[in-house]
């Protein structure tokens, strides 16, 4: 089946559509303009701007609505900016369709699958579209989406077949869109896409990766309510008290009610609710960048904590490009190479029954590799020709192997090729415990090259004598092929990496010890000779799992249900855990595990759903840079959220002090932070999310799960650079207050109080490094936000018209120096903090090598 033509393709795409059902929309600019509009903080700028207007300050008013909308661009764009990452992980979670077209297999998005594709479907597949089963084998799919019906039916293939049937028919040929294919395999003619399947025309939605609230959120929406309730109770409080110990008169009443008002929006931190989501969302798009898809926001919270990581080895810790390396058979050993030496008779039939029992276009890499060999090597023709496949027994979990039956055109007698773990060849065979222990060491001695280990297996009976069970099979030995399978280059160093980040790496496989011995000290794992098989998992009890489990690194011949025994075992041990998977069976691991990471490459459709994470290229490497990224990711939301909360100390205490001294000027008002707003939003959206990661990011234990975000630490560090700031302002203003007049203080206050804010943004970009040391770091968003911040406040100070809309009285060069000084100074103790830990941690080192 050559299937059609990219062309062909393409104009049918143009002509009928995507392949997509309609789901949830992306917000529009119109969208987040009104649920920016609805926000409190812009509700409380419209508020004080008629505040303004109705006491005879227009030019108030305007300045603090001009404000309001410059501060709602910010907002909208960077709502955009999260949308566009959106729908890029929209893109990457399209569901993928194996299709032949110009005679070719392409891996093509389900979006782009077009009517008259060519579907190749397996196991574990998720139906793309509507289509007619046009050849396969044992093929049973699950249309309990469609029909409520937990029973998979089975499906005939029909060549002639031209219009779909009812869902749930047995033995039919119609496929349909979003069922899951649970046995066999087959190829598919697609019928139709998009809106016109079976499941569009129900007007169910396929995919959505519309992001849920993650731990990290509920937190913050907690904070942000209870602040909030603050916020009213304390501008409740204002308004009363500056309005009763003024006089209580109507002007001074709406004076009270312009502090209160600042009084809530200098408490209310709507930031909170942006900065979450706006860094979960470009943090899954930077991740996806390291080809790791994010389908649970709350991923990203817990890579930081993963202690342990359960990989495979196939195609994870090694490259999955398999090659014949050693064919073993009448006694002798035949070393692969490419220099074309004589091969004894027996090994030829071992590598020719070997290909006979692999598909004759395969996908499987150990299949391809036996078909590279048979095509390279001086290997006679595969059998009698013309020759017709007329049975093949799939690999079950009972009974790993395949064998398929050929029938001879000429003389009807049939050949029987068999190939798979040794172990169930043994079984077809029937060998003696003699043979089987000639085997044993044959198979034990190809493991400890890292080999992976299939048996050979024939037989020739007429069609009367074959069975219907594969059990029933009685076949003759042949012997044993070996195939390498490099580990990647980039693994020992990541490995390395886990090590020094405190994180445990777990190799599961299901091939031999030996070979899995091989791959883990390859791949540079602490403990590559403490290997537990699955035949010892089997008789473990889950207590003595747990027990043993924190010395072992290598499980082999696991089989996929064990894998969610060792994730039950690793989390009874305290420990969380990322799992990667790519089967069907898979699935309950990659629930159960902490961090589900899916393959994306060769794993099925139902392991990416059951997973929180897709590795789109399969290498473990992604993994480690995922990690590595998810430790960032949380280490500058953290940042932001010191930002905010030290920011707000300062802006709270100075609209509530003067309320409590009846000669105390307003030193805050709603147009000030509307103002302090344009510092804010950026910093938090912009700054903190583009910050590179800590120094030895990777050589720091993982972050206790328990760990709250609003922490003791948190709190307390915010709460200590806020005071600081508020500290200063307030001296600042008592010294000032007499000399200068009551806005000329202000606006000496208001100055310091900008340049302490562009402090905070550039001490907190780092825990670790000084402020002059992290200027050599780049990062565009802050040099912005600095000449955004110092450009507007020079205005304010210098034009007179500004200067009176913001309540500023002109300033002599010595003040205005002496206050940006002391905004500079009053956070200078956080640099020394740092260096004061970085000299204890040298001194406690060289101490240790002593």
Known sequence: MSGLSEQEAGRRLGQDGANELPSQQSRSVLRIAIEVAREPMFLLLLVAGALYLATGNP?????????????????????????????????????????????????????????????????????????????????????????????????????????????????????????????????????????????????????????????????????????????????????????????????????????????????????????????????????????????????????????????????????????????????????????????????????????????????????????????????????????????????TPQLLAVTHVWQDTGSGRLRVASKGAPEAIAELCQLSAAERGTLTHDVARLASLGLRVLGVARAELPPADLPDEHGALRLGFLG?????????????AAVAECRTAGIRVVMITGDYSATAQSVARQAGLEMPDAVLTGEELRRLSPDELAARIDQIQVFARVVPEQKLQIVAALKARGEIVAMTGDGVNDAPALKAAHIGIAMGARGTDVAREAASMVLLDDAFSSIVAAIRLGR???????????????????????????????????????????????????????????????LGIMRRPPRDPQQRLFSATTVGMALLQGVSVLGVCLAIFVVTRADHGPDAARALVFSCMVVSFIVTILINRSWTRTTISMLREPNAAVWWVICGAVGLLGLVLTVPAVRVLFHFAPLHGTDLALSLLGGVACLAWFDLLKLSRRWGAGWTRRGARR
């Open 632 to 694: 960032r990711i949380y280490d500058n939301i953290r940042k932001a959220v010191v930002f905010i909360l030290t920011v707000h100390v300062p802006i709270a205490g100075l609209s509530m002090t003067p309320v409590f001294f009846a000669d105390w000027p307003l030193l805050l008002l709603p147009v000030h932070i509307a103002f302090l707003q344009l510092i804010i939003d950026p910093a938090c959206a912009l700054v903190f999310e583009a910050e590179g990661e800590e």
């Open 480 to 492: 044993l092929v070996g195939l390498e399978d490099p580990v990647r280059q980039d693994v020992p």
């Open 59 to 395: 030019a108030d008013a305007l300045l603090l609505l001009g404000f309001v909308f410059v501060v709602m661009a910010i907002t909208i764009i960077q709502g955009r900016r999260t949308e566009r990452a959106l729908e890029a992980l929209r893109d990457l979670a399209s569901p993928r369709a194996l299709v032949i077209r110009d005679g070719q297999p392409h891996r093509v998005p389900g979006r782009e699958v077009v009517r008259g594709d060519v579907l190749i479907v397996a196991e574990g597949d998720r139906i793309p579209a509507d289509a007619l089963l046009r050849s396969g084998s044992s093929v049973c799919v699950d249309e309990s989406l469609l029909t409520g019906e937990s029973a998979a039916v089975r499906k005939a293939p029909s060549p002639a077949a031209v219009v779909l049937e009812r869902p749930g028919g047995d033995g039919s040929a119609s496929m349909f869109s979003g069922t899951l294919v649970t046995g066999g395999q087959g190829s598919c003619e697609v019928i139709s896409t998009g809106p016109h399947t079976e499941l569009g025309r129900i007007g169910q939605a396929l995919q959505s990766i519309a992001p849920d609230a993650t731990p990290l959120q509920l937190e913050t929406g907690r904070m942000v309510r209870a602040l909030a309730v603050v916020g009213l109770i304390a501008c409740a409080i204002v308004v009363v008290i500056y309005s009763v110990t003024r006089g209580g008169t109507l002007p001074i009443w709406k004076e009270g009610l312009l502090a209160g008002i600042a009084m809530a929006m200098a408490i209310l931190p709507e930031e909170f609710p942006v900065v979450l989501t706006v860094f979960l969302a470009l943090g899954a798009w930077r991740i996806s960048k390291s080809r790791v898809l994010t389908r649970r926001m709350a991923a990203i919270e817990t890579l930081g904590a993963a202690t342990v990581l359960c990989v495979d080895k196939t195609g994870t810790l090694t490259e999955n490009r398999m090659s014949l390396a050693r064919v073993v058979a009448g006694g002798h050993t035949i070393v692969v190479t490419d220099g074309g030496e004589p091969w004894p008779n027996a090994c030829r039939t071992v590598l020719e029954t070997s290909v006979l029992a692999s598909r004759a276009d395969p996908f499987d890499p150990m299949e391809r590799a036996l078909h590279r060999a048979a095509a390279s090597l001086p290997v006679t023709s595969p059998g009698p020709d013309p020759q017709l496949l007329v049975r093949e027994y799939p690999l």
